[in-house]
């Protein structure tokens, strides 16, 4: 349903994008986000965007360096990296939520992408 890919190696300082693609689901309704994990460590949200009305909102530690955006005509979320840290390594992952008929909650995971920023 999902299929997440564009993590790679990179210098710190550097950028990356990532893409989800959403397929088998109608992608208006859905909120997308970027999860990242470092191995040992907790689940990370770093950003999300409604698909119905374009809002986003993001983590802390990424506010003014990722960029995430929505092509609905591609069914597809991009993740915009600049100014990559370290700490910004890990597998990041795309999810899909949406609320169905009688509070169904609809929930998708991408397979990750692992990205990797070298000092």
């Known amino acids: 349903q999902l299929q997440a890919s564009g993590g790679g190696l990179v210098q710190a300082g550097g950028s990356l994008r990532l893409s989800c693609v959403a397929s088998?689901?109608?992608?208006?309704?859905?909120?997308i986000a970027w999860f990242r994990r470092v191995p040992g460590r907790q689940r990370e949200g770093v950003a999300c965007?409604?698909?119905?009305?374009?809002?986003?909102d993001y983590g802390n530690s990424v506010k003014g360096r990722f960029t995430i955006s929505s092509d609905t005509s591609k069914n597809t979320v991009y993740l915009q990296m600049n100014s990559l840290k370290p700490e910004d390594t890990a597998v990041y992952y795309c999810?899909?939520?949406?609320?169905?008929?009688?509070?169904?909650?609809?929930?998708?995971w991408g397979q990750g992408t692992l990205v990797t920023v070298s000092s």
């Open positions: 999810n899909a939520v949406a609320l169905a008929t009688g509070l169904k909650v609809l929930n998708y």
């Open positions: 088998g689901l109608t992608f208006d309704d859905y909120v």
């Open positions: 965007i409604s698909n119905s009305d374009g809002s986003t």
